[in-house]
């Protein structure tokens, strides 16, 4: 190995960089990939260096495709970082390409390259700080990004087990305040309302749900008024009543009408929108949905802005406006017509 200088969270350290035999070097538990199978596992033992590969590999779509890159390319580009544990080395950043070098030294065995990874590895002397720079920096804007479940469960670790404030993490991450604790709590609620009844493997991949769920005002006021509680919201991802993460966004209006409420419960969302289509077009259709945005504007137009055109200040706006006047009279004698007819 040979020595190398470097900067990690502000600090200059001196790394080692060469290769370590795969037998030294152990998988990292804490890890955001492998924590997620062990917070949905019934079993309380120690997992083993085979389970927690196993971990990284299970409900992970992108690994056979790491694999292959990996093993087309003869190797991996970027070393993963290492740091010495007793009388072997723990993975700081790289758990899924050690993972991957396992699987390619079985499948050949005669091939020395793959006895071996290459790595940086961090000196006796190093701090926590050090690490979580070096996973954020990986993870979060690097050429391995987790995906959104794993980077909220790393947020929410440095936020409650290492004492990073939210403004430390903003600053580390560029993330907003808010985005950050929209992650951290649809986070907490996975974990504390939703996998203890709903572990299968691929479900933390309806992390968005509950990020959406967090984030919508609308949402949140219902949440306030008790028509809406994390329970419910649970049983009905759970059951598989949204199509997708956006889905969320237009809970609130569904939950708002007491028939599309029923046809959620009874049903699902899609049945759910087309009941409520029937008192609010605009709930399916984009077209009546601006319809309804533009009303909302012209009622809600500012003060100044309503005297400018009354004014004749604003000559374009008032064509447009006529013109709109023009296009909804137009149409509504159209469908009168029709109906004497």
Not at 46 to 64: C, H, I, K, R, W
Not at 75 to 103: F, H, K
Not at 178 to 201: H, K, V
Not at 293 to 299: L, P, Q
């Amino acid at each position: 190995m040979h020595e190398r200088k470097v900067h990690l969270d502000g600090r200059e350290l001196t790394i080692r960089e060469g290769r370590v035999e795969l037998g030294d070097v152990l998988f990292d538990a804490t890890n955001p990939r492998i924590q997620f199978q062990l917070d949905t596992s019934l079993s309380d033992e120690v997992p083993t260096q085979e389970q927690l590969g196993f971990a990284l590999v299970v409900g992970n779509d992108s690994y056979v495709k790491l694999r292959e890159n990996i093993e087309t390319n003869g190797g991996i580009v970027n070393p993963i970082w290492i740091a010495p544990t007793g009388d072997a080395y723990l993975v700081i950043e790289g758990n899924t390409r050690l993972q991957v070098y396992l699987d390619l030294r079985e499948r050949y065995p005669n091939d020395d390259k793959w006895k071996s990874i290459p790595v940086f590895l961090l000196p006796q002397m190093y701090s926590r700080n050090e690490i979580n720079f070096i996973r954020l920096e990986a993870h979060l804007f690097g050429t391995t990004p987790w995906d959104a479940y794993e980077k909220a469960r790393e947020l929410y670790r440095l936020n409650e087990e290492e004492d990073y404030s939210i403004e430390r993490l903003a600053r580390m991450t560029k993330l907003t305040p808010s985005d950050i604790r929209s992650s951290i709590q649809a986070y907490r609620d996975m974990g504390e309302y939703y996998l203890s009844r709903f572990s299968d493997p691929g479900e933390h991949q309806k992390f968005s749900y509950f990020v959406e769920f967090r984030k919508n005002a609308d949402l949140k006021r219902l949440v306030k008024e008790g028509r809406l509680n994390i329970v419910d919201f649970c049983t009905w991802v759970g059951e598989g009543k949204f199509g997708r993460g956006e889905d969320v966004r237009r809970l609130g209006a569904v939950l708002r009408d007491d028939q599309a409420r029923q046809a959620l419960i009874d049903y699902d969302f899609e049945t759910a929108l087309e009941q409520l289509a029937q008192v609010d077009p605009a709930a399916t259709s984009p077209l009546f949905d601006k319809i309804r945005d533009v009303s909302a504007g012209i009622r809600k137009m500012p003060f100044s802005e309503t005297e400018g055109i009354r004014r004749g200040q604003e000559p374009a706006k008032v064509a447009l406006l006529e013109h709109l006047a023009e296009t909804v009279n137009a149409f509504l004698a159209s469908l009168k017509d029709r109906s004497a007819n």
